[in-house]
C-alpha cells in the first residue's frame, strides 16, 4: 500500500442575476477548485452570455457556487443559458437545450497573419509538461495554455475539465481585458473536440493546438471560421 494523489473533482453550482430575468441557477460544472472566477467568466463569455467585462457588476465566490451580477443589456437569456442537467467534467456542451448558437457564435475577428513554426510547437511540447503542476504529481488533469510564435508559454491554467481549463485561459484574458488574443495561440491537452474549437475563436486564438486527435465538428467549425 501507498499514498497516492488524486484530482479533485467538485461541484461548482453557477447563478446569474439581473435586472430583467431576476435571480437563476443556470447549472452545475465539475471542476478542480481554483481560478474559479476565471472559469466561470470564461464560462459566460464562451457561452454568449457576456461580451465584456462591462456586462458584470460584481461575481460573488462562495465555496460550491458563484453567483455572477449582470449589467443591463447583456445578452443573458434563460430558455438558451439555463441547462437542466449537470456540466461534467468530460463535456463542456452537455445539458444545453440546442447548440445552433454555439456551433455559429462568432467571436473577435481573427488574426489571419498570425503564423507559428513547428520549432515553435515542438518548443511549447518541450516545456508545457513541466508547467503543468497538478498533471505531474496526478496525472489526472488537462491543460490549457497559450503560446506565442516563439514557443513561450504565457498563461497555464490546469482542470479535471479540458473545457473548464479553456474557460480558465480565456476568463483571465477576458477579467484583464487582453480579448482577442492576439498574437498568441492557444494549446490543448486533450483531443480537439469542437466545444475547445469554439472556445478558442470566441477568445480570438488565431491557432489552436491539440495533442489529441481533432472531431468531424471541430473540423467543420475550424474550417468555418
Known amino acids: 500500500r501507498d499514498v497516492d494523489f488524486v484530482t479533485s473533482e467538485?461541484?461548482?453550482?453557477?447563478?446569474?442575476?439581473?435586472?430583467?430575468?431576476?435571480?437563476?441557477?443556470i447549472g452545475v460544472t465539475m471542476r478542480t477548485s481554483g481560478h474559479d472566477t476565471y472559469l466561470v467568466l470564461g464560462?459566460?463569455?464562451?457561452?454568449?452570455?457576456?461580451?465584456?467585462?462591462?456586462?458584470v457588476i460584481a461575481v460573488d465566490v462562495h465555496e460550491g457556487s458563484v453567483n455572477v451580477e449582470l449589467a443591463e443589456g447583456s445578452s443573458f437569456d434563460p430558455i438558451v443559458h439555463c441547462r437542466p442537467s449537470t456540466v461534467t467534467s468530460a463535456c463542456g456542451i452537455?445539458?444545453?437545450?440546442?447548440?445552433?448558437?454555439?456551433?455559429?457564435?462568432?467571436?473577435?475577428?481573427?488574426?489571419?497573419?498570425?503564423?507559428?513554426?513547428?520549432?515553435?510547437?515542438?518548443m511549447c511540447l518541450d516545456v508545457i509538461r513541466a508547467?503543468?503542476?497538478?498533471?505531474?504529481?496526478?496525472?489526472g488533469?488537462?491543460?490549457c495554455a497559450s503560446f506565442d510564435d516563439n514557443g513561450v508559454i504565457h498563461r497555464i491554467y490546469e482542470d479535471i475539465g479540458r473545457h473548464n481549463a479553456m474557460?480558465?485561459?480565456v476568463g483571465s484574458?477576458?477579467?484583464?481585458?487582453?480579448?482577442p488574443a492576439n498574437g498568441l495561440a492557444a494549446f490543448v491537452s486533450g483531443r480537439a473536440s469542437?466545444?475547445?474549437?469554439?472556445?478558442?475563436?470566441?477568445?480570438?486564438?488565431?491557432?489552436?493546438?491539440?495533442?489529441?486527435?481533432?472531431?468531424?465538428?471541430?473540423?467543420?467549425?475550424?474550417n468555418e471560421h
Do not use: W
Open 141 to 143: 488533469s488537462h491543460a
Open 94 to 122: 452537455c445539458g444545453r437545450s440546442t447548440i445552433d448558437d454555439a456551433l455559429h457564435m462568432h467571436g473577435p475577428k481573427l488574426d489571419e497573419s498570425f503564423r507559428i513554426s513547428l520549432d515553435a510547437v515542438s
Open 173 to 179: 484574458y477576458l477579467s484583464d481585458s487582453m480579448l
Open 43 to 55: 464560462f459566460l463569455y464562451c457561452e454568449g452570455v457576456i461580451d465584456s467585462m462591462h456586462d
Open 10 to 25: 467538485d461541484a461548482l453550482s453557477i447563478s446569474l442575476s439581473d435586472m430583467e430575468h431576476g435571480h437563476h441557477n
Open 194 to 222: 469542437f466545444e475547445l474549437v469554439q472556445k478558442s475563436i470566441r477568445g480570438g486564438f488565431p491557432i489552436m493546438v491539440a495533442i489529441g486527435a481533432p472531431s468531424t465538428l471541430a473540423v467543420d467549425l475550424a
Open 131 to 139: 508547467e503543468q503542476k497538478l498533471f505531474a504529481i496526478t496525472g
Open 167 to 169: 474557460d480558465k485561459l
